[in-house]
């Protein structure tokens, strides 16, 4: 019987198929009964056959044959050549000087390695295959679930426009009736006097007549004609029909009114998953635990900072402490939790700073656009780290690793970049895209703010392309987001301030719709803060993800909680 077909099928002979097998050949592989080992043997008088116990079997070890030497078995292994030899190979001098290990040790050096590579494909690989296998099924599963919620919000808007589309047609269709029942109105009074006087007029006719017709004098003389009287045509009444003019449908308007998608993506990351282990190593670090958004945002606090004009710019130093710049050359250091002024130094030029951030060292760092100069503040005093020529430092940020990106305009105001620096030490500079278009708007005029994101995107607020402009690390444009409709007073997105919290959100502050807008790391909208907000400027989050927001007219700082 076939054994791959039958799994009921005994273990039988190889020579006469009797069902019992008492023997094995460890050299030929061959199951054997006692009756015929004999047989085996005889068969093949050159070979030296190793018969064992069937329960002993492969207990012999199997040499290789050699492949240049006929009937030698290569119990021997090059390990300059990497092959196994026998000795006839070794005695030849196509070895020689070559290092040479017996073949069992080799073996079991690899059997060794093949049982660790065995347990980690068993306890490590696979389980992780299979925690990954896991987590796209259950991805696809709330893609489902999410895509499904995305066409009923699209289907409830539809719902929402057709009953406002159908107030406004029954309204216009009253109006049509109201118009039509004014002028008929009028016509008919028209009507009604015109009939009147064509009864006037055949009265006329007939005393005429009756006046024509007799012969008594004075009948005649007493009748007066009126005829001049109707010489004079009523005037006509023309009716002036109103107009329906359709409103133009155009399909890019429409859609803007009514509400678009951003782009979707999918992105590989290579870092995405690690592989399951059943010891957390020590230095491992935790992925941030998941916060949900709040459904109404809350103001912690707010500190009134003082300055005269405007407050422009935060970056916290810790949780408890916060740098501010206004319209002036001095940079304040305020306790959050007192709203007290710590500590207040000017800039080294005298001129106001361009924007500021804090170090993973903690030191202040501030871009002075008219010194062109970008500068550090250790222990209060200012030192220069970079002087620019040609270029004027706008925004700054300081990277997870200690770096910092500097947004910068040409002083021609035609061009704009990012560059990456180490130090002083320029490490990469980003400004076109694959296609060799400006990513950024190249204007001095306009305000740009730059933050790193947690997966180390670099995110910048462009005010002069209404956009927030995402490359990924190595400054490929990944996506840019444009404002979401309808907005809090349906204005222009004007993007001001940007930051980054625990979750990879991009928060950017919006002036014209006094409100912060929150997207995901690829670019899709999550919600809106408002929270009484006054022309939203600067933006930093704390390392407990609190939002600080920089009210420029009222110069008052908010301290707001939109996480859970």
């Not at 359709?246 to 678009?260: F, M, T």
């Not at 462009?462 to 690390?473: H, I, L, P």
Request: glycine share 4%; charged share 25%; proline share 4%.
């Amino acid at each position: 019987m076939n054994p791959c077909t039958s799994a009921q099928d005994v273990m039988r002979c190889d020579l006469c198929e009797t069902p019992v097998v008492q023997m094995h050949c460890d050299t030929c592989l061959v199951n054997l009964c006692k009756a015929c080992v004999g047989e085996h043997f005889s068969a093949d008088v050159s070979t030296p056959h190793k018969i064992v116990h069937f329960k002993d079997r492969k207990s012999t070890p199997l040499y290789p044959g050699c492949k240049f030497h006929d009937k030698e078995r290569c119990k021997l292994y090059c390990n300059q050549c990497g092959i196994p030899v026998c000795h006839k190979c070794i005695a030849s001098d196509q070895h020689l000087g070559h290092k040479v290990s017996e073949i069992l040790q080799v073996v079991e050096e690899k059997k060794n390695k093949f049982i660790k590579e065995q347990t980690e494909l068993n306890e490590t690989i696979y389980p992780t295959y299979q925690d990954i296998a896991s987590d796209v099924q259950n991805r696809m599963s709330q893609l489902e679930k999410e895509y499904g919620d995305l066409s009923t919000a699209i289907t409830k808007h539809g719902e929402d426009w057709h009953r406002e589309i159908d107030k406004l047609v029954k309204k216009l269709k009253a109006e049509v009736d109201e118009m039509k029942n004014t002028q008929l109105q009028t016509l008919q009074k028209h009507l009604d006097e015109i009939n009147k006087t064509m009864s006037d007029i055949k009265e006329e006719i007939h005393s005429i007549e009756i006046a024509i017709d007799t012969n008594d004098l004075s009948k005649l003389f007493s009748v007066t004609s009126n005829v001049y009287t109707y010489r004079n045509l009523p005037h006509k009444i023309i009716s002036s029909l109103p107009k329906f003019i359709a409103g133009k449908i155009q399909g890019e308007q429409l859609s803007n009114l009514y509400g678009a998608l951003s782009s979707s993506s999918l992105t590989s990351d290579k870092h995405g998953y690690s592989m399951k282990t059943t010891q957390k190593s020590p230095e491992a670090g935790s992925s941030p635990p998941v916060k949900q958004l709040l459904d109404e945002p809350e103001t912690v606090n707010t500190i009134d900072t003082g300055y005269k004009y405007e407050l422009n710019n935060l970056a916290c130093l810790s949780d408890e402490e916060i740098w501010t710049t206004g319209y002036d050359s001095i940079m304040k250091l305020y306790s959050i939790n007192q709203g007290s002024l710590l500590k207040s130094i000017r800039t080294k030029s005298g001129f106001i700073p361009s924007n500021i951030a804090v170090t993973k060292s903690g030191d202040l760092v501030y871009t002075d656009y008219s010194d062109r100069t970008v500068n550090i503040v250790k222990n209060e005093k200012i030192e220069e780290v970079i002087r620019l020529k040609k270029w004027r430092p706008n925004g700054v940020c300081s990277t997870s690793f200690g770096d910092l990106l500097v947004i910068m305009d040409s002083d021609n105001k035609k061009q704009t970049k990012v560059v990456h620096y180490s130090g002083s030490t320029e490490k990469q500079t980003i400004q076109f895209d694959d296609k060799g278009k400006p990513l950024y708007s190249p204007s001095s005029r306009n305000l740009r703010y730059i933050t790193e994101n947690k997966n180390l995107d670099i995110c910048v607020s462009d005010e002069g392309t209404k956009a927030v402009v995402v490359v990924n690390q190595a400054g490929k444009l990944r996506f840019r987001y444009t404002g979401h409709t309808p907005a809090p007073k349906n204005k222009p997105f004007n993007p001001r301030g940007i930051t980054t919290n625990s979750q990879s959100h991009i928060l950017t502050a919006d002036s014209n719709n006094d409100c912060v807008h929150i997207i995901d790391q690829d670019g899709q909208f999550l919600c809106y803060i408002n929270c009484g907000l006054s022309v939203p400027w600067g933006l930093c989050t704390d390392t407990n993800d609190n939002l600080f927001v920089a009210q420029q007219r009222n110069k008052k700082m908010k301290k707001i909680k939109y996480l859970q």
